[in-house]
């Protein structure tokens, strides 16, 4: 037994260390790989996929405040505002505080916010039915007074946040310079659509880092809000009115498709005052039809008729092939050219080259053109800017078409003198005369208000220029534009009436023009009028444009003080004085 018993303690021994080495092994194979696949993990997480610790942390610790930037006023060149951004409330949601605050549970606060939203209270619930969702707009840029009720509904997980909202204090009468943004503040149309990053600026921002209590642990950043600039333009807020409403009046008394007005500073170049109608409102724009959103004075393009003949007239008389005091024969009141015909209304016989502008004749201007040529004409006409951009930089501005093809037949170059066979915008129109006017100096155009006076190109000799404006004073005075006169001031211009083309020639829609200057003494305005499609019994730019010309150049000059230069026509009396005679026709009458 005690052998045995001996014998059975050796197995003992020799078996025991055996079992105690195996589970050492596996123990410390068992702490190697956790502890490896914790510096597997750890390396992982900050060498291979470091972003996702770091989002996780800035998520929880990190907070940034935004300072809100108003975008840029728009202003005329007075100062008056025509286009300013105000505060305004936004009603949003947190869907999620939503649902934790039961605010879904009071269904009576939602049928009293869908009524002042005028929406649907299911579709204004169905927004923040997801309780994943934590941000959710309600409605954008509310009234004041929606503001306040909302506050004192108190729906748990509704809030107000303060943006900014365009306003526009001249409303339709500068709607189309001026244009408008979206509900978000970006412009697209317009100025505000051309000048958009002018006029937003950069938002400034705080960035900082906070701890579990809420405590400022770090400033991290501090970038400073970018002021945006203001915008201010050449346009007379005045004056824009005041041809507003004679274009509208003028559209409406005659039924026309539309109207457009155009005024320039001929001194500068300025655009002081450019209107169409019909227009739109851009604080409402519900019922905005696209047709009412198109500046017309620069996208539509028409051929001018009359109102181009001075043009014949400088080109001949730049290239020496007529005399100012020389006279044309129009008899017999018509010219067959080419197989086609070229009519005056009546046969006017000799006229010098003035009476052929008061009188408008075809006839006269076609065979100055024919004698001039069709190259110097393009030269002529390219030089006052026709087929080209104006300089003033406006969103959708048309260039008109003036061909430069090769050949020409004899006909087309007599229509050319009169006004058919190109087209021009009212604003390039008034470019033209705005340069008669200024002694042949062409300024680029400008839509921005100018310091100091440009640098003008001479594109037709002064004298031409003072030439052909003593004409078209002879025209307003004595010719066809006599109902442009202006009470005691010299008035130059042009009257212009075209038939307008349909597939294959010419319909019974007519364009009627008038475009002048003002004073002639020392000319300051261009002006053109153009009346598209008048309906009834007038439809010649004498009966439509010239009175509505007239109108707004009176007023205008009025309005800027410039002195009258015509006092001729008026009658001046002192304080309480009585005409005696006209006194006594009246009593007996």
């Known amino acids: 037994m005690a052998l045995t018993s001996k014998g059975n303690r050796r197995v003992l021994k020799k078996a025991q260390p055996h079992l105690s080495s195996g589970r050492f092994y596996f123990a410390l194979l068992v702490v190697v790989l956790v502890f490896g696949s914790l510096v597997a993990r750890a390396a992982y997480i900050q060498v291979v996929e470091p972003e996702r610790l770091i989002f996780e942390g800035d998520r929880r610790s990190l907070r940034a405040d935004t300072t809100t930037v108003q975008r840029g006023s728009i202003m005329d060149r007075n100062g008056r505002e025509l286009a300013v951004s105000v505060p305004v409330q936004t009603v949003w949601a947190d869907p999620q505080r939503v649902h934790e605050g039961h605010g879904l549970d009071n269904r009576e606060r939602w049928l009293a916010l869908a009524e002042v939203f005028r929406t649907d209270a299911d579709s204004l619930m169905a927004k923040v039915a997801d309780p994943n969702r934590r941000f959710v707009y309600l409605e954008r840029k509310v009234t004041p007074g929606v503001a306040e009720f909302v506050r004192q509904l108190g729906i748990p997980g509704v809030y107000l946040k303060t943006e900014s909202r365009r306003f526009y204090p001249a409303g339709e009468i500068a709607a189309h310079v001026v244009g408008f943004t979206d509900i978000d503040g970006l412009g697209i149309e317009g100025l505000e659509a051309i000048y958009n990053q002018v006029l937003t600026g950069v938002p400034g921002e705080r960035l900082y880092r906070k701890d579990a209590a809420g405590r400022v642990v770090e400033e991290i950043s501090v970038t400073a809000a970018q002021q945006p600039q203001q915008l201010t333009l050449s346009i007379d807020q005045r004056l824009q009115a005041l041809a507003y409403a004679e274009v509208k009046k003028a559209v409406r008394y005659h039924q026309a498709t539309s109207g457009s007005a155009v005024i320039l500073d001929i001194t500068t170049g300025e655009v002081l005052a450019m209107v169409n109608s019909p227009s739109y409102n851009p604080n409402n724009r519900a019922d905005a039809q696209p047709h009412r959103l198109r500046n017309r004075a620069i996208t539509d393009a028409y051929e001018p008729g009359s109102t181009v003949k001075p043009l014949a007239v400088i080109a001949a008389l730049e290239h020496g092939v007529i005399k100012p005091n020389q006279v044309i024969d129009t008899s017999p009141g018509w010219l067959r050219i080419g197989g086609r015909r070229v009519s005056d209304p009546k046969n006017r016989g000799p006229l010098t080259i003035t009476e052929i502008l008061e009188t408008s004749s075809n006839v006269g201007t076609a065979k100055i053109a024919l004698q001039t040529g069709i190259d110097n004409m393009l030269d002529t006409y390219a030089a006052v800017g026709f087929g080209n951009d104006t300089g003033v930089a406006m969103l959708g501005e048309s260039f008109g078409v003036l061909q430069g093809r090769q050949r020409w037949s004899d006909f087309e170059v007599a229509t050319l003198s009169y006004g058919y066979g190109l087209t021009v915008t009212t604003l390039q129109l008034a470019q ?89 003494s020392n000319p300051r305005l261009a002006v053109v009028v153009t009346i598209n499609e008048p309906s009834g019994d007038e439809y010649y730019g004498s009966q439509v444009s010239a009175p509505v010309f007239a109108e707004i150049v009176g007023d205008a000059l009025r309005m800027l003080n410039i002195t009258p230069d015509h006092l001729q026509d008026t009658q001046l009396k002192a304080a309480g004085w009585v005409d005696v005679p006209e006194f006594l026709r009246a009593r007996s009458n």
């Open 432 to 520: 033209m005369y705005a340069i008669i006017g200024n002694g042949g100096v062409r300024y680029p155009l400008t839509i921005q208000r100018r310091e100091g006076t440009p640098v003008g190109e001479q594109v037709i000799s002064k004298e031409t220029a003072d030439t052909v404006l003593a004409m078209l004073e002879s025209v307003v005075a004595n010719g066809s534009g006599e109902r442009a006169r202006v009470r005691g001031y010299r008035v130059a211009g042009k009257t212009g009436t075209t038939r307008k083309a349909v597939a294959g020639g010419y319909g019974d829609e007519y364009v009627t023009l008038f475009a002048g200057v003002a004073p002639v």
